[in-house]
C-alpha cells in the first residue's frame, strides 16, 4: 500500500502545500519611477548596479531619491511574506547611505523615509517609514512607521489565506 505525505506537506488552514507559504516579493522600481516618462532610463538617472533588479539605490532626476528596503509581514502559521520595497529618502540621506553601504558603519544605518510602493492588499504608497539594519548582508528592514495603517501591517499577524493570494 503506497503511503501519501499529504497530512504533514499541507497547510491545515488553507489546504495549500506548505513550501509556499513563506513568500518573497520584489518590487523592479519604484511607483514614481514608473510613472514617470522615461523610468530609470532618464538623463542624469543614477543607479547603483547597472540594472534595477539588483539595485539598492536610485536617484532619477525630478522624480526622487529611493533606496531598498525589505518590509516582512508575519502571518498566521508562522509563516511570513516580506515585500522588497523602495523607500524614498532625502538626497542627502541617499549620500550618506552609499559612503557607507560596503563599510563596517553599515550595521549602524538608520533611515527615514516614505514608501515608494503601494502594498498589495494595504496600497499605503508615501506612508512613512523607518529603516535599519538588522543584518549587514540584507537591505535595511522597514522597522517603524508614523502611519497606523503601515504600523498595523508590521505589527500584526495576519490571516495568511488572505494575504498569500495577493503576493506576486
Not at 518590487?27 to 514614481?32: I, N, V
Not at 525630478?62 to 516582512?72: I, N, Q, T, Y
Not at 535595511?140 to 508614523?146: H, N, T, V
Request: charged share 25%; aromatic share 8%; proline share 10%.
Amino acid at each position: 500500500m503506497e503511503r501519501t505525505q499529504q497530512s504533514t506537506d499541507l497547510c491545515h488552514c488553507c489546504g495549500q502545500p506548505r513550501d509556499t507559504h513563506d513568500r518573497h516579493a520584489r518590487f523592479r522600481l519604484p511607483d514614481p519611477v514608473l510613472d514617470s516618462r522615461r523610468q530609470h532610463r532618464a538623463r542624469g538617472a543614477w543607479l547603483s548596479h547597472a540594472d534595477p533588479d539588483v539595485s539598492v539605490m536610485m536617484q532619477i532626476p525630478e522624480v526622487g531619491a529611493f533606496v531598498r528596503a525589505l518590509l516582512p509581514v508575519k502571518l498566521t502559521g508562522d509563516f511570513s511574506a516580506t515585500f522588497g520595497v523602495w523607500v524614498a529618502v532625502d538626497p542627502a540621506d541617499l549620500k550618506r547611505a552609499s559612503a557607507v553601504w560596503s563599510e563596517p558603519e553599515y550595521q549602524d544605518l538608520r533611515l527615514r523615509g516614505w514608501l515608494a510602493n503601494a502594498l498589495p492588499l494595504w496600497g499605503l504608497l508615501s506612508a512613512p517609514v523607518e529603516l535599519e539594519v538588522r543584518d549587514p548582508e540584507q537591505t535595511p528592514y522597514c522597522a517603524s512607521s508614523s502611519d497606523p495603517g503601515l504600523a498595523k501591517v508590521l505589527a500584526e499577524v495576519w490571516p495568511h489565506e488572505d494575504v498569500l493570494p495577493a503576493v506576486p
